[in-house]
Every structure is written in C-alpha cells, then in structure tokens.
C-alpha cells in the first residue's frame, strides 16, 4: 500500500497491491479523508461499501484472484460545490460495471441465493457513475454528493446516461 | 469496540435464551475481513441451532460479503426447519439489508420482545 498526499491537496491516492487483505487500508483513509473534509458517516458507510465492492471485483474477477504484482489505485478528489469525487484505476480486462447485468434481489418466493449483490449496492450507494476503458484497464468514477442523501443522484457513462436508482 | 466503515475489527459473541433461542452478538464492522472472520463461526451456529437471533446493534458497517455471512447460516438454518431473524441494524446497515431484499427473506426486527416472539413459534 501507498498513500500520496498532492502538496495542492488536489488528489489523495491510494495504491493497493492485487490481494484483498489490503481492503483493510481503506477504512483508516478514508476516515482519514472525512476528518479532513467534514465527510457526513452515511457519506463515509456509502463511500466504504462502493470502494470494498468495486476493489474486490477487480481483484476476485478482474485479476481472476490475488495478484501481487497488480494494483488498484484509488484517487480521491477534493470537494467542489459538496460533492466528491472517487477514480478507481485497475489493470484488469475490460469491464463496464454499468453494462452489467443486476441480479434480482431476495425475495421469499425463491431459494436464498448467496452472493451476488455487489453490483446492486454499488448502484444503490453511489451518487453518480462513470466508467471509461483505459489502455491496460478500467477507470470507475464514483461521485457522492455531502449535501444529503446520495440515494437519489444519476449516473453515467462515458456514452450513455445511465439511471441507477 | 468501536468501529469504522470497512474496518476488519469484529467480536462475535452467544448467549443461549429461553426457548432454546441462540442470540449471536456481532460488534464491530462485516466488511470482507470481517465477513470472513466470523464465517465460520456463523455456519457452526446454523448448523446446531434452530432458532437464531442475530444482534446487530453494534455492526458500523456491512458489504456485500457480510450480506453473505448472514444469508448462508440463514439459508441453512431454513432448511432445517428453524427461524433466523436479524435485530437492531442501525440506519445504513439496515439500508443495504433493504436494497439486497434480505428483509424480504429474513425478518429485521428493533424491538427485542417482538423478536424474541418471532422466533418462539416454532
């Protein structure tokens, strides 16, 4: 892991190497970000869960498991007009998380599936999304708004409009 | 033990009620490391116990793979015939409850007595 503070206060990066155990970094940053930044807790929870969700895709899927010699790069941007901005740069196959498809969610009348709900809260907790292929791998822009509630902002990709809620 | 979103810190605790109700006492953060940490534990629990009260009142935060440590004893315990209901999830954990549809398959409950009472029908 490698933390990078811009002297503009421009961008915080963090870089975590392709192994999930270095999820465990994101908590201290980011509480680290919201001191710093007067980031609202359900801001915080909504920025924790998306950032887990969409690092440990690119590491179990994107990376196709554990990599020590990939990396997962998260800049964070300052806060302009109460929103902030997340980029997640990996290095894996192309993958368009707004393309995806969702999986339903529970209900009583089917078996109880395990797993398959990252896609679904990340498109719930996020304000906005972007996505945008770059030369050997993804970069996923995730924005959240610190005025109020995130649940009911839009997302886009670099093509589409793209509603999430 | 406090805790922050996406922390790895959690405790997991049982305590065996009346009417052979297992309450289990998560304390801190189901993120990834936290997920796995009690993965076990919770399996174990689903396998030996029918009815399962899962106390979540101290849990700061839950992702996709905590969702998984509560569906998976959940479903087993189902299977057999038992009753597993969650209680006392704060605002946001209880938000990704919601947008998952584990309410819809597993009862949340904030207040203890009616829990309990859902759990004794059995």
């Given amino acids: 892991m490698m933390r990078e503070n811009g002297t503009d206060q421009a961008q915080d990066i963090l870089t975590l190497r392709g192994r999930l155990s270095e999820i465990a970094e994101l908590a201290p940053w980011i509480e680290s970000l919201a001191l710093r930044h007067t980031i609202p807790p359900d801001v915080q929870f909504a920025i924790a869960l998306c950032l887990e969700e969409v690092i440990s895709n690119a590491i179990c899927h994107g990376y196709g498991g554990e990599k020590e010699d990939r990396s997962v790069v998260v800049r964070f941007i300052a806060p302009r007009d109460q929103y902030i901005v997340f980029l997640v740069e990996d290095e894996a196959p192309p993958f368009n998380p707004l393309d995806a498809p969702e999986l339903p969610p529970l209900n009583p009348h089917e078996e109880m599936r395990i797993g398959g709900q990252g896609l679904r809260l990340l498109r719930r907790f996020a304000g906005t999304l972007e996505y945008e292929q770059m030369p050997g791998g993804n970069r996923l822009r995730l924005g959240f708004s610190t005025a109020g509630s995130s649940e009911t902002a839009s997302a886009t990709t670099d093509s589409t409009d793209h509603q999430v809620t | ?122």
Avoid: Y
């Fill in chain 2, 1 to 122: 033990m406090q805790s922050r979103p996406g922390d790895k810190n959690i405790a997991i605790a049982t305590e065996e009620l009346p009417d052979g109700i297992t309450k289990v006492i998560l304390d801190g953060s189901l993120g990834i490391e936290g997920a796995a940490a009690v993965d076990l534990r919770m399996n174990v629990i689903a396998g030996s116990s029918k009815a399962v009260l899962v106390d979540l009142q101290n849990v700061s935060f839950i992702g996709s793979m905590g969702l998984r440590a509560l569906v998976a004893p959940a479903r087993a315990i189902k299977n057999r015939g038992g009753k597993i209901v969650l209680f006392g999830p704060n605002e946001s954990v209880e938000k990704v409850l919601k947008s998952s549809g584990i309410d819809t398959v597993i009862p949340v409950h904030h207040d203890l007595q009616t829990a309990l009472a859902a759990l004794q029908s059995i």
